[in-house]
């Protein structure tokens, strides 16, 4: 499953200035690494990835596209194949981030921004599947490991630690995303 943002802002100011300053902000922040652009300009791709550990990138593309009224500007996120959803809001925070420099480098306000519509922004049915296999992990290592270490077969090594950890981070977030869904 993956989960995939966007956002669009419309300027008035020609393609080929956004295009520069774009391109700058892209070159001059550390976040964003692998920066590829179009020989035109009107498309950016980016891999987003924070600077502390253990956090996957996030494929990034700005689209610029020239119409009557100014300059189109469509940031949107893809994460990771395996992510089940945006439990922190990072990919929207990513947009918002970018826009926010955006706006700085031009010294301009957008005439209009056009936010994706409620379907298309929900989070995403919960994977049962997933679920019941995490479940099944988490009462493995939280029940059965101690009773293997109690009954003299071994210690809780720090990978088993991590996997206890791990697997009942992602429970977590899919119980906080069901919770989320019914609210709805």
Known sequence: MTVRQSAQQ????????????????????????SVYMRSDGSLF????RPDFPLVLGTEMNIMLEEANEG?????STKSQALIM??????????????????QKSLGAN?????????????APDIN???????ILIVLY???????????????????????????????AGNI????KSIRK
């Open 10 to 33: 419309v300027y008035r100011i020609s393609k080929s200035t956004i295009a520069e300053r774009t391109g700058s902000i892209l070159g001059e922040n550390s976040i964003y690494k």
């Open 45 to 48: 791709t980016t891999n987003v």
């Open 71 to 75: 300059t189109i500007v469509t940031v």
């Open 85 to 102: 959803g945006d439990a922190f809001g990072m990919y929207d925070r990513y947009i918002r981030s970018f826009f926010t420099e955006l």
């Open 110 to 122: 957008p005439i209009s921004v056009v936010r994706p519509h409620a379907a298309e922004s929900r």
């Open 128 to 134: 049962w599947f997933a679920v019941v296999v995490m």
């Open 141 to 171: 290592l939280l029940i059965f490991l101690p009773i293997h270490v109690a009954s003299g077969l071994g210690d809780i090594t720090l990978t088993q630690w991590s996997l206890i950890l791990l697997f009942t981070i992602l429970l």
């Open 176 to 179: 906080l995303r069901l919770i």
